[in-house]
C-alpha cells in the first residue's frame, strides 16, 4: 500500500473525507489521475497548492514523501515560522513559507515546483496567497526592508499587469522583487527598484518572462 493510499484510508476513518473524488479536490489532485496517484503508477508530485491544502488538512508532508514522522500533524501552527492571530471573524490562511532568499535584486532562478517549503505561515487575510518567502537587501525600502517576508499571488501573465505594483519577477536566469511597468515597446516592460540609492531601470523582454507573481502584502520583521 503506498502512503497515499494510505493517508486516504485513514481520512476516510476520520470522516475528513467522503469519496475519492473529495479527497483529491481536498488535496488538490486531478481526479482523473487519483488511481495512478493511489497505486504508485503515477509519481505523486507536490506544489505550492498541494502543500497549502496539505497543510491546512494537518497532513505532515515530510510523512508523505519520506514516510518519516507521523501522518498528521498535531497542531498545523506548531511548524509555522510566523504565526499571527486572527481577529475575530477574520479567516486565516495557511501559507507555504519557502526559506529561500528572494533578492531585492538580481538573483539565481525559482522554480517552485522544485522547492520544498520550510513550513507554513498564518495569516489573516492572504487566503489568495500560494507562497512566502523571505527578502533581504535594501533596494525596495522603505516597503520592504531587510529581512522581511513577502507573501505573493497566483502567477499572472503580461496582461494582468498592474502597472507600477510590486512583482516577484522570475526569467530563466535570475529573480528579482521590484515594481514593474510599462516598457517604451510592446515587447518589453521595466524593473525599477523603489530605494532611490538603487536608480535606473531594468528593461525586460516579456518573451524572456518565466514567472510573475504579485506581491500581495508585507509581514516585517522587527530588529533585523
Given at each position: 500500500?503506498?502512503?497515499?493510499?494510505?493517508?486516504?484510508?485513514?481520512?476516510?476513518?476520520?470522516?475528513?473525507?467522503?469519496?475519492?473524488?473529495?479527497?483529491?479536490?481536498?488535496?488538490?489532485?486531478?481526479?482523473?489521475?487519483?488511481?495512478?496517484?493511489?497505486?504508485?503508477?503515477?509519481?505523486?508530485?507536490?506544489?505550492?497548492?498541494?502543500?497549502?491544502?496539505?497543510?491546512e488538512s494537518g497532513i505532515n508532508i515530510d510523512w508523505l514523501l519520506?514516510?518519516?514522522?507521523?501522518?498528521?500533524?498535531?497542531?498545523?501552527?506548531?511548524?509555522?515560522?510566523?504565526?499571527?492571530?486572527?481577529?475575530?471573524?477574520?479567516?486565516?490562511?495557511?501559507?507555504?513559507?519557502?526559506?529561500?532568499?528572494?533578492?531585492?535584486?538580481?538573483?539565481?532562478?525559482?522554480?517552485?515546483?522544485?522547492?520544498?517549503?520550510?513550513?507554513?505561515?498564518?495569516?489573516?487575510?492572504?487566503?489568495?496567497?500560494?507562497?512566502?518567502?523571505?527578502?533581504?537587501?535594501?533596494?525596495m525600502e522603505p516597503k520592504i526592508s531587510n529581512g522581511d517576508v513577502?507573501?505573493?499571488?497566483?502567477?499572472?501573465?503580461?496582461?494582468?499587469?498592474?502597472?507600477?505594483?510590486?512583482?516577484?519577477?522570475?526569467?530563466?536566469?535570475?529573480?528579482?522583487?521590484?515594481?514593474?511597468?510599462?516598457?517604451?515597446?510592446?515587447?518589453?516592460?521595466?524593473?525599477r527598484s523603489i530605494n532611490p540609492a538603487y536608480a535606473g531601470d531594468?528593461?525586460?523582454?516579456?518573451?524572456?518572462?518565466?514567472?510573475?507573481?504579485?506581491?500581495?502584502?508585507?509581514?516585517?520583521?522587527?530588529?533585523?
Open positions: 500500500m503506498t502512503r497515499l493510499e494510505s493517508l486516504y484510508e485513514e481520512m476516510a476513518k476520520r470522516k475528513m473525507v467522503a469519496s475519492k473524488k473529495e479527497f483529491a479536490e481536498k488535496l488538490g489532485f486531478a481526479y482523473a489521475n487519483l488511481a495512478r496517484y493511489l497505486s504508485g503508477q503515477l509519481k505523486t508530485t507536490i506544489d505550492a497548492e498541494n502543500y497549502r491544502k496539505f497543510a519520506t514516510g518519516e514522522g507521523e501522518m498528521f500533524i498535531t497542531d498545523v501552527a506548531e511548524s509555522a515560522p510566523l504565526q499571527i492571530i486572527p481577529a475575530e471573524g477574520e479567516e486565516t490562511a495557511c501559507i507555504p513559507f519557502y526559506d529561500i532568499d528572494v533578492m531585492a535584486h538580481i538573483a539565481e532562478s525559482l522554480d517552485l515546483k522544485e522547492e520544498t517549503p520550510a513550513g507554513v505561515l498564518s495569516i489573516p487575510g492572504f487566503k489568495d496567497c500560494i507562497a512566502c518567502f523571505p527578502v533581504y537587501g535594501s533596494s513577502i507573501a505573493v499571488s497566483q502567477a499572472v501573465t503580461c496582461d494582468q499587469i498592474l502597472w507600477g505594483e510590486i512583482y516577484l519577477v522570475i526569467t530563466d536566469a535570475w529573480r528579482v522583487v521590484k515594481t514593474v511597468h510599462p516598457g517604451k515597446t510592446e515587447e518589453y516592460i521595466i524593473l531594468t528593461n525586460l523582454k516579456k518573451k524572456d518572462l518565466r514567472a510573475l507573481y504579485l506581491v500581495r502584502g508585507v509581514v516585517s520583521r522587527l530588529g533585523m
